[in-house]
């Protein structure tokens, strides 16, 4: 038998991106919905990068994907990939020559070190770029364990404080308004009023963040401080973080957002199921082909869907990263332990490894100090990132929360934190073919909902194909869904003592009960908006009825 040549895989050598090509160069992104790759273009736009958003992947491109990657990845992998090389072949398709297209663009995206597919992605796009004729193409990773300064790229790209503000603000704000108008949409008297209003306040938004500048440390004192650099560096930053938590920037713009949308006239007596999406990250995100267009379905079905931001995500890394430090204290790896009998070293290494966590957790608070102060401007209507203690404490008995990957121990957490707190009729739960960890979270899912017997859960496994039996799976159980939210309406109707036609009455002397940022108080155990809505327009008719036999 012959000897079979082999040849050892070295990582290519990537061009570089400099500081030099910024101006001609095109930084491309994408991943998210399009409300946030929005915000995050004119984020980068303001920062002077010139950027443009790939489009939402489509079966197209997860056939491409599938071409020119690797054979065993999981689905997003798939229709993220193939969506880059779609979009240069596009561009080849104008015209442009191949090398030309690589000198001109640049690929910003997500990275870690797994465990899941996600520490492949890198390679992946590499690869299907090798093999899709466009070798060298740059892909510059944003890691998701780096920190305030990712050197790598530093050149070209700068990942400096005002870029992570940038992009967090951004993300934060595409969040919340995504959470809005699912939450209208449904309920708009004049088909398509919520999407068109929609469209001017992103537009809005994106145009803000463009003419505004990044916060720089002005006048005199800028001009002191310039004697003292690592002094003058220090100020910036902290008057940077100062703008941050003070500034007015960004939620002047929304509470402008709140004014417009709250005139999308609503009719919130419709009864509606409220259907919570979770399952992986990407799946659960995209709004296309990737998770077979579910949000659009779920609302065409009748259902009232309510998304999931990315700061739960965001949250979560920073809630495991904590949990990692408090786990391996006295054995990570690149830090000693000291001597019992060393006090002053036990408590210097104490004191170091109680800091580490408290700055962890006062990032968390922070992170959700901002999220609060942005869904103030938005009237409180968008929903509270779930804590991530609770959720954690409601999941590890199903799936072990230090099993990390994709979304961990979240796809359970999430499915017993919608049902038992009441919030959603039903969890949908998006899982892509080939998904590691939401095969697992899979397994785990039957004893949850074995345990836990009002629980409408379903899950879906999203690929390039099979859409009209998955949308045939989400019917039946959206048809449960649908009973439930209808006989707790009926409940609810039964126990205000009004009829349908003295609830719309009340509401139609008091137009401001139909603007689409009414806040609703939510009744404890109590799902439907509907049923929600009904409960605080009884409340109010009660008062006025006893205001009015007061005076007389
Ligand atoms: S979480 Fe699942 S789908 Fe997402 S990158 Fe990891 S393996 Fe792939």
Known sequence: MGKRETEQFFKPKENPFTEDQRGHTTLLFGGLTWKHEKLIHAALERLSYRCEVVPTPNVAAFQLGKEFGNNGQCNPTYFTVGNLVQFLQELEK??????????SYVFLTAGACGPCRFGMYEAEYRLALRNSGFDGFRVLLFQQSGGLSQGEAKAGLEMNLDFFLGILNAMNMGDLINDVVYQIRPYEVHKGEADRVLDECMDLLAEGIKKS???????????????????????????????????????????????????????????????????????????????????????????????????????????????????????????????????????????????????????????????????????????????????????????????AGGEGHLEVAKNIYYCTKHISHM??????????????????????????????????????????????????????????????????????????????????????????????????????????????????????????????
């Open 213 to 403: 500048r990044p916060y720089q440390l002005e006048g005199k004192l800028a001009s002191f401080l310039q004697k003292f650099p690592k002094a003058g560096d220090t100020a910036g930053y902290i008057g940077k973080f100062l703008n941050q938590l003070y500034g007015d920037e960004y939620t002047s713009a929304l509470r402008e957002v709140r004014r417009r949308l709250n005139a999308v006239e609503v009719d919130r007596t419709r009864v509606k199921p409220l259907v919570k999406v979770t399952g992986e990250f990407w799946a659960q995100t995209t709004e296309g082909d990737g998770n077979f267009n579910m949000f659009k379905f779920l609302e065409r079905e009748g259902a009232q869907v309510m998304v999931e931001p990315v700061g739960t995500w965001i949250n979560y890394m920073i809630h495991q990263a904590r949990n990692k430090i408090a786990d391996r204290k006295g054995v990570e790896e690149a830090i000693e332990a000291p001597p019992a009998w060393r006090l002053d070293k036990v408590l210097a290494y104490n004191w170091k490894h109680k800091n580490r966590i408290v700055k962890l957790s006062l990032a968390e608070a922070i992170f959700k100090r901002e999220w609060n102060r942005l869904r103030e401007a938005l009237n409180y209507i968008p929903h509270d990132l779930a804590d991530q203690r609770e959720l954690e404490r409601l999941a590890h008995s199903f799936y072990n929360s230090r099993a």
């Open 94 to 103: 104008k015209g442009m020559a191949k090398q030309e297209i690589i000198d």
């Open 427 to 552: 969890v949908l739960s998006l899982k892509p073919f080939g998904c590691m960890p939401s095969t697992q979270s899979d397994g785990a899912q039957s004893a949850v909902v074995a345990h836990f017997k009002d629980m409408i859960f379903l899950p879906i496994e999203t690929s390039g194909e099979g859409e009209i039996n998955a949308h045939s799976r989400v019917q039946m159980a959206l048809g449960e869904a649908k009973v439930k939210a209808k006989a707790e309406f009926e409940k609810v109707m039964k126990e205000v003592g009004y009829s349908m036609d003295e609830i719309r009455s009340y509401v139609d002397d008091h137009p401001e009960l139909k603007g689409g940022m009414y806040r609703v108080p939510h009744s404890e155990g109590i799902i439907g908006t509907a049923a929600n809505f009904v409960i605080h327009v009884a409340s109010l008719m009660k008062s006025e009825r006893r205001s009015r036999l007061a005076v007389a």
